[in-house]
């Protein structure tokens, strides 16, 4: 039996709402991919420099730590993984979600709310957290993007 997993990180909940929907679109199990350390409004403020989210987004090698995990990994062959957009790619917490799993032979399908931006540069800094996966091309969804959208795109992988 082939299982799906849809797991996601939302800083501010848009990125919940959606993955949730696409969860129940396809009957996925749904998996929340919780920061150690929950972010503040203060440290998603991307205009202050000294900011969380800008010290981490400046350094790609730092690995936010993440609380949990998905349990039994190894029975998923399809996994979607959502995402605000931060400074037009991934935040690194997906980096350090990925690198906890052996996800070789996996497809893994990225999909992200953003403020307009597009999926950018994100498979670039994402390729080598899930070495020996079938990364796909992901796409950028608006935040309201409703059951039959998100049905019949995640029907082509
Ligand atoms: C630190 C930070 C950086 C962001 N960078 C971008 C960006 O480069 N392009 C963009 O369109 N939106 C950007 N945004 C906006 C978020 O992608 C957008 O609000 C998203 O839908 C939030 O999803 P969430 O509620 O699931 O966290 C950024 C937001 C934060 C907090």
């Given at each position: 039996m082939s299982k799906t997993l849809v797991a996601y990180f939302s800083a501010s909940g848009v990125t919940a709402k959606l993955a949730k929907t696409l969860a129940d679109a396809i009957g996925a199990d749904l998996h929340e991919i919780k920061p150690e350390t929950p972010y503040t409004d203060a440290d998603l403020?991307?205009?202050?420099?000294?900011?969380r989210s800008s010290v981490e987004m400046n350094d790609k090698s730092f690995r936010p730590p993440v609380a949990g995990g998905v349990d039994h990994?190894?029975?998923?062959d399809r996994i979607f993984v959502g995402f605000p957009i931060w400074w037009y790619v991934a935040p690194t917490i997906i980096n350090t979600f990925l690198e906890?799993?052996?996800?070789?032979g996996k497809t893994v399908v990225p999909f992200a709310t953003s403020?307009?931006?597009?999926?950018?540069n994100t498979n670039r800094e994402l390729k080598d957290s899930c070495k020996g996966a079938n990364l796909k091309e992901g796409k950028r969804f608006s935040a309201n993007a409703g059951t039959s959208e998100l049905k019949t795109w995640a029907e082509q992988f």
């Open positions: 403020n991307w205009n202050n420099p000294k900011s990994m190894e029975e998923y906890q799993y052996d996800l070789a403020g307009g931006s597009g999926m950018g």
